[in-house]
Each structure stands twice: as structure tokens, then as C-alpha cells.
């Protein structure tokens, strides 16, 4: 049973190209989030959702869009894709509250040519 | 807002021997939580052990304590009886009252056999 899945785990695409990735949690979690992590293995929040609502948004361009239909689904759109947005995306879901532990999927690689 | 700084970029250790990761913090709150998590080879992020900055008594894991010294912002993992399922990259984050995390940099940690 996976709790947290991210579709795709890999995509490939060419500069300039709009690409989504999907998240889907089933343990019931309320809360919602992006992380990116680049080459050097930083990871940064970059979106988190409540009950499908935004709650933070880092800084990120408005070339990204996240968008929840539910509160078990989180999905990502980019547009217009620059060869900076090559990193590894993953989505996380928990209990609101900062004490509680995140669940992360697997990680999506994003690799823009 | 919140720092988190991890000053070993890379450790090793023979099996079987203790090894400690260092983590350091900045932040104005007063309540708080700290995590470690482990990211082995498989991408997938785990959490390895969590503290709540208002217990005095260090969390304990099994073979995974910590050396939380509040007044010092220091949060250092202590892996005993290392195995060679321990390689991976460990993450300190910090999770406070903005319902975010904050990682730090991360230590690379090989297993030697």
C-alpha cells in the first residue's frame, strides 16, 4: 500500500515545454507540500496546502502552479520550463501541525534539455 | 526566520562503531520541533527520530538517539552499532509555528564494511 505517490517518477522534456506531476496521499492527511532539491541535495519547501487551501508559498515563480482538488491530491503544474527547474520534486503529506511527521513520496526527477 | 546548519558535508565509519551527526539552529520561538531524516540511495525520504524542544528527556530510537542542548540550539544524531543499511544522506529540519520545515544541507554517511 503506498501512502504517498508521485506520478511520474521521471520526465524528461525539452525548454520551454509545460509538464504537471501528480501526488496522491491516502493516510488522511489534511496538509499537503512541494519540496524541491537541486544537484547539491538541498531540499526547500515550496508550496504546502490545508484542506485545499494554500498555505505557504516560497518565493517560487508563478511559472509554477500547484493545484488541489482534494485533500488527498496535490498536483503541480510548470509552464514554460527553464533548464533551472532540473531538480528532484517531492510531494510530502501530514497532520497539520509542525510537530508532525511528514511523509514524503518517492521524488519525481525533473530534467530539463 | 530559521537557519539550519549541518557542518559535515560527508562521514564514514567502519560497521558496527558509533558515529555522530552535528546539527545546529537559529530561531526566536520558544516551541518548537526538530527532526532527522535519512534519505538512502532510493531517494525516499525517511524520518529517522523526532524531538519536541519543550521535553528536556533526548528522544531514543532504538539505536538512534539525540543530543538535543536547547540553550545551545545544537541537535546532534547519534547512530550506534552502525549497519550498511545506514548509508545515506541525513537531514536535520527544523519545524516551527509557520507549519513549515527548514532542512539543512544534509551529511553524507558511509557504512564501512
Known amino acids: 500500500d503506498t501512502a504517498v505517490s508521485q506520478t511520474p517518477k521521471y520526465l524528461v522534456t525539452q525548454m520551454g515545454n509545460d509538464k504537471s506531476i501528480k501526488c496522491e496521499q491516502n493516510?488522511?492527511?489534511?496538509?499537503m507540500y512541494w519540496y524541491k532539491q537541486d544537484s547539491k541535495k538541498f531540499l526547500k519547501i515550496m508550496f504546502s496546502?490545508?484542506?485545499?487551501?494554500?498555505?505557504i508559498n516560497e518565493t517560487v515563480p508563478n511559472r509554477f502552479s500547484p493545484k488541489s482538488p482534494d485533500k488527498a491530491h496535490l498536483n503541480l503544474h510548470i509552464n514554460s520550463l527553464e533548464l533551472g527547474d532540473s531538480a528532484v520534486y517531492f510531494c510530502?503529506?501530514?497532520?497539520?501541525?509542525?510537530?508532525?511527521?511528514?511523509?514524503f513520496g518517492p521524488g519525481t526527477r525533473l530534467t530539463v534539455l | 526566520a530559521q537557519t539550519v546548519t549541518q557542518s559535515q558535508p560527508e562521514m564514514s565509519v567502519q560497521e558496527a562503531e558509533t558515529v555522530t551527526l552535528s546539527c545546529t539552529y537559529d530561531?526566536?520561538?520558544?516551541?518548537?520541533?526538530l527532526f532527522w531524516y535519512k534519505q538512502p540511495p532510493s531517494r525516499q525520504m525517511i524520518l529517522v527520530i523526532r524531538q519536541e524542544a519543550y521535553k528536556q528527556q533526548n528522544a531514543t530510537e532504538n539505536r538512534f538517539s539525540v543530543n538535543f542542548q536547547k540553550a545551545a540550539k545544537s541537535f546532534s544524531l547519534k547512530i550506534s552499532d552502525s549497519q550498511l543499511g545506514d548509508t545515506a544522506m541525513y537531514f536535520c529540519a527544523f519545524g516551527g509555528g509557520n507549519e513549515k520545515l527548514t532542512f539543512g544541507t544534509g551529511t553524507r554517511l558511509t557504512i564501512i564494511p
Open positions: 530561531t526566536s520561538e520558544s516551541n518548537y520541533y
Open positions: 510530502a503529506s501530514s497532520h497539520w501541525g509542525s510537530y508532525n511527521e511528514q511523509f
Open positions: 493516510l488522511g492527511h489534511d496538509t
Open positions: 496546502y490545508n484542506n485545499k487551501e494554500l498555505i
